[in-house]
């Protein structure tokens, strides 16, 4: 059985994919008791976070994280399929229940109208990424009807602090946070957000609205917080993001010097005599000597070559003397530091976020690199598609709240279409008969 979620004065059933609110102030003997959180700011609204930038600071981390952005986008992309459906269940006299799409015209529009297949992933992406969401309501002027539905930035969102009866009535919507901006109507907005107890079930008092939608985390009055937000506080995704930046510094300033050729100091002298050749003669005779060896020693092709030098013997010394010498340095960078560090990152990052590391084309933390057979994918992406029912309920509960405040049919239920990655229709038990739709992604 999936568990009901319930928050404040509502509560959504995910089995019977309802959303569930009070129909007028009286009609329950008593309400929930809210408490409220301890709070000394002077602004009006709640600080997400104690800059009061958390999605923005969350959002500078994951542009320098592609794993974790394309982990995100992997998680909206499973949740939402190829789309949402609305339907009827049917059953026929043998007892067999089908899905029949609606085709009622109210519904039709409204979701042509609104787009809801091209806007509704990204509420998705701001419950992954933030595990809150919000959408703005207009109603029709008899103000009994939700006409258009808009998903606002998440990131632009803040709550107001609650009222004297610990509810949070409104939401305040800003692009510039950054710049601690006062409330003025132009650049911060502020947005009511719907109360179930000023709702006859008939009209509702305000024209345009918010609603709040989010994945619940407990000891948090306001703003929720993500699961995979915990590689954020380990500090993972900072090693992560610097392991690069390390990289990259040490590539930059490195000097890459492959061989050090030590040559005689009398060596043009002598070999170059006086008065048989001027200065001028004998140092352009250097710079040939200088360009012939650097040619000799670069370049694949001279892999191999043979080096003759010569001795000069020293009537002196009675010996000879040291010729040229070329010796090959020894490269001590490490092209492979701090790549574990980075991998070790990036499985705490997966692990958090919860996908399998094969879906973004990964290899196994800790085993062979690779990104998985094609078996692995098919299963790891059943695995995560099986577990987005409690997510899909949150996210599909707005759309609820749409059907019973414009007065649908209440039969009428949402659902994802799940893309289907199995070989033939025969091997996966989704088969064509049990799905809503008859074409396969």
């Known amino acids: 059985m999936e568990k009901i979620i319930v928050s404040g004065e509502y509560a959504i059933l995910p089995g019977a994919k309802a959303f569930v609110s009070s129909s007028s102030a009286g009609a329950d003997s008593g309400k929930p008791k809210v408490v409220p959180p301890y709070d000394l700011s002077s602004a009006e609204w709640s600080d997400w976070g104690p800059s009061n930038l958390f999605p923005q600071e969350v959002l500078a981390e994951l542009d320098k994280n592609s794993v974790a952005l394309r982990a995100l986008d992997k998680r909206k992309r499973v949740h939402f399929g190829r789309g949402i459906v609305c339907y009827r269940e049917k059953t026929d006299q043998a007892g067999t229940v ?17 787009q809801i297949n091209l806007v509704w992933p990204d509420l998705i992406m701001g419950l992954e990424t933030f595990a809150n969401g919000w959408l703005e309501f207009i109603t029709n002027k008899g103000r009994d009807r939700i006409n258009r539905v808009f998903v606002k930035d998440p990131a632009y969102c803040r709550l107001s602090k609650m009222d004297l009866n ?7 919507y800003c692009a510039q946070w950054e710049n601690n901006p006062s409330f003025d109507n132009v650049l911060v907005a502020k947005l009511p ?13 305000d024209g345009q609205f918010a609603f709040h939608v989010f994945y619940r985390s407990f000891n948090k009055s306001y703003y929720h917080l993500p699961l995979w937000n915990s590689v954020r506080a380990n500090k993972w995704m900072n090693i992560a993001n610097s392991v690069p930046l390390l990289k990259s510094a040490i590539m930059k300033n490195q000097m890459t010097i492959k061989y050090h050729i030590q040559i005689p100091d009398d060596y043009f002298t002598t070999r170059f005599p006086s008065p048989d050749f001027t200065k001028e003669q004998r140092e352009a005779k250097r710079i040939e000597v200088l360009t012939d060896m650097n040619a000799f020693l670069a370049d694949v092709e001279n ?23 070329i010796e090959v340095i020894q490269n001590k960078l490490d092209n492979s530091a701090y790549l574990p ?26 085993g062979k ?18 577990d987005m029912g409690t997510d899909r309920s949150v996210s599909l509960s707005p759309l609820y709240f749409i059907r019973d405040f414009n007065k649908w049919d209440p039969t009428i239920q949402f659902d994802y279409v799940t893309v289907d990655t199995s070989q033939t229709q025969d091997q996966h038990p989704t088969k064509t008969a049990k799905r809503i739709d008859q074409t396969q992604a």
């Open 369 to 386: 690199l690779g990104a998985g057979s094609g078996s692995d994918k098919r299963e790891a992406y059943w695995m995560l598609n099986a």
């Open 193 to 205: 957000l719907f109360n179930p107890d000023i709702y006859d079930g008939v009209k509702y008092r």
């Open 166 to 172: 610990n509810r949070i009535p409104n939401i305040y």
């Open 303 to 325: 892999s191999g070559k043979a080096f003759v030098s010569y001795a000069f013997y020293s009537k002196v010394k009675q010996d000879y003397l040291t010729g040229w010498k």
């Open 341 to 366: 560090d980075s991998q070790a990152a990036n499985s705490e990052i997966l692990f958090a976020i919860g996908v399998d590391p094969c879906l973004i084309g990964a290899g196994n933390p800790g």
């Open 98 to 114: 089908a899905r029949e799409t609606v085709t009622d015209p109210e519904v039709v529009e409204f979701f042509r109208i609104n």
